[in-house]
Structures are given as structure tokens and as C-alpha cells.
């Protein structure tokens, strides 16, 4: 069966410090991967996905993830965090064409001065 | 593009009356929607998932009698929480996805308070 976890519950991070955030996932098949942003009381925004191709993707806000395969991974990292950045991060796994999505159990990010 | 809005954004009602949500693409057409439920600090826990002109298809463990789903044209989808109670108030969130297409888009979300 599908399954995403992600390891760590919440994070705190120095401002302009770098961040990872780990996401493993399990799946058979070649799997669609999305990494999503939420602020508390809003819907979810789509910070970066990965189809096929290059293993390292762009996303907005000056994140990136790499897929990778050997390890069942797709981490999200930023160089230098802001502020802003502070919200709940999930990662998510998907089938199929307009299938369903399998998140994970999320990660809280916290930012401090 | 690619926008997603629910209606309203927060409510409150008084058990054992029902409630209607709806999630509305408002800029493509939407052959799949989904609607989520979230717990406060929790993930997303699909409900269902609804083809246009399709009945929904939830997922294990959740009531259909209670979560009616309606997904009646390309760019609108309800949600209709019946006869609630306290322990369904929740975080709702609708998304959404074209034909053919990989990626969801997300609504706002729906808080539902019920007294």
C-alpha cells in the first residue's frame, strides 16, 4: 500500500538558516510527488511536484526537493529561511492521473529570530 | 489560473440541522473533485472523491448518509454535512483536478463549527 512519512514532526530553524525537511514514501510504481505549504486556517498551496525527469526540482519561494529513487525520498530544502516560511509542510504521493493523494502526517515549521 | 473556492469560509450551526459546502473551479473544469477533512494539527484525511455526473466514492469508515456529495457540472461540487453533531466540526478542504492532469488545486477550506 501507498504510504508518505515524513519523520519529523516539528522543526525549528535560525532565520537565514537552511532547512531540509524529510520525506520518505512508499510505493511500487514510479510515483507523482507534491510537497505543499499550509498557513493556519488556509488551504494548501503547491510549492513544487515531480513527475518525471530531472530528479532535482524548482519550486516557488526558493525551494527545491530531489527525488530520489534508491532512497524512496523526496526532501524539500531551502537555502535561507525567512520568516514566512513558518506553516505546516506536507508531502504527498499520487497514482495516477487525477487520482487520489496519499499526505503524509506533516511538518510544523518554526522560524525563530 | 487553476483556482479553487469554497463556500463559506466558516460556519457555525446548531445540531442536528445540515450544513452545504461548495467548492467551485472557477477558471478550468474540474472532472475530478475531493474532499478532505482536517483535524487541527493533523494531515488531510480523504472523504471522497467525485467524477462529475458520478456518484462519489468514499473512502472507508466514512458515512455517505452523512457526507452527501453532489458533483453535478465541471465546476461545482457540495458537500452536505447532515443532521450534524459536535464531532463533526472540522477543517474542510475541496480540491480539485482536470482531465488528464496530474496535479490537484486546493480550495481555501471550510471551518465548520457545530453547537
Known amino acids: 500500500a501507498q504510504s508518505v512519512t515524513q519523520p519529523d514532526i516539528h522543526i525549528t530553524v535560525s532565520e537565514g538558516a537552511s532547512l531540509e525537511l524529510r520525506c520518505n514514501y512508499s510505493?511500487?510504481?514510479?510515483?507523482?510527488l507534491f510537497w505543499y505549504v499550509q498557513s493556519p486556517g488556509q488551504g494548501l498551496q503547491l510549492l513544487l511536484k515531480?513527475?518525471?525527469?530531472?530528479?532535482l526540482v524548482q519550486g516557488i519561494k526558493g525551494f527545491e526537493a530531489e527525488f530520489k529513487r534508491s532512497q524512496s525520498s523526496f526532501n524539500l530544502r531551502k537555502p535561507s529561511v525567512h520568516w514566512s516560511d513558518a506553516a505546516e509542510y506536507f508531502c504527498?504521493?499520487?497514482?495516477?492521473?487525477?487520482?487520489?493523494?496519499?499526505f503524509g502526517q506533516g511538518t510544523e515549521l518554526s522560524v525563530k529570530p | 489560473g487553476a483556482v479553487v473556492s469554497q463556500h463559506p469560509s466558516r460556519v457555525i450551526c446548531k445540531s442536528g440541522t445540515s450544513v452545504k459546502i461548495e467548492c467551485r473551479s472557477l477558471?478550468?473544469?474540474?472532472?475530478?473533485m475531493f474532499w478532505y477533512r482536517q483535524f487541527p494539527k493533523q494531515s488531510l484525511m480523504l472523504m471522497a472523491t467525485s467524477n462529475e455526473g458520478s456518484k462519489a466514492t468514499y473512502e472507508q469508515g466514512v458515512e455517505k448518509d452523512k457526507f452527501l456529495i453532489n458533483h453535478a457540472s465541471l465546476t461545482l461540487s457540495t458537500l452536505t454535512v447532515t443532521s450534524a453533531h459536535p464531532e463533526d466540526s472540522s477543517f474542510y478542504i475541496c480540491?480539485?483536478?482536470?482531465?488528464?492532469?496530474?496535479?490537484?488545486?486546493f480550495g481555501p477550506g471550510t471551518r465548520l463549527t457545530v453547537t
Open positions: 477558471d478550468f473544469q474540474a472532472t475530478t
Open positions: 480540491s480539485a483536478s482536470s482531465a488528464g492532469g496530474y496535479e490537484q488545486y
Open positions: 504527498a504521493v499520487g497514482a495516477n492521473q487525477g487520482g487520489k493523494l496519499i
Open positions: 510505493y511500487g510504481a514510479t510515483p507523482y
Open positions: 515531480y513527475f518525471s525527469g530531472d530528479t
